[in-house]
Nanobody, 125 residues
Framework: QVHLVESGGGLVQPGDSLELSCEASGVNLDNFAIGWFRQAPGKEREGVLCIGSRGSTYAASSVKGRYSTSRDNAKNTLYLKIDNLKPDDTAVYYC???????????????????WGQGTQVTVSS
């Protein structure tokens, strides 16, 4: 059974940086794209960044520049780093896996096969 466990969320101040982690178990990431989604209060869940099994990266245009993602295959862990946090970054951040065959659609919720439980990030002074 696939499990995705996010960590690293919390209350941060505007301008801070933050790194989230997603530890995957029960899944061979060679066959999956893995990535991040977020859901802000009152808004729909949206794809943020994802990485295919061959290293291709896809990013939502709204986060290019301040968001970056990387994966440690040895630890089966995905990371999300957010720089210069803004109040609009406040959201629940979810880790998700999608089949590698749909890697170009890995930012779309409809193609997600497994979700993590999410971690709350609140940006406020």
């Amino acid at each position: 059974q696939v499990h995705l466990v996010e960590s690293g969320g919390g209350l941060v101040q505007p301008g801070d940086s933050l790194e989230l982690s997603c530890e995957a178990s029960g899944v061979n990431l060679d066959n999956f794209a893995i990535g991040w989604f977020r859901q802000a209060p009152g808004k729909e869940r949206e794809g943020v960044l994802c990485i295919g099994s061959r290293g291709s990266t896809y990013a939502a245009s709204s986060v290019k520049g301040r968001y970056s993602t990387s994966r440690d295959n040895a630890k089966n862990t995905l990371y999300l780093k957010i720089d210069n946090l803004k109040p609009d970054d406040t959201a629940v951040y979810y880790c998700a896996v999608s089949p590698q065959m749909f890697v170009k659609r890995c930012l779309e919720s409809a193609y997600v096969q497994v979700w993590g439980q999410g971690t709350q990030v609140t940006v406020s002074s």
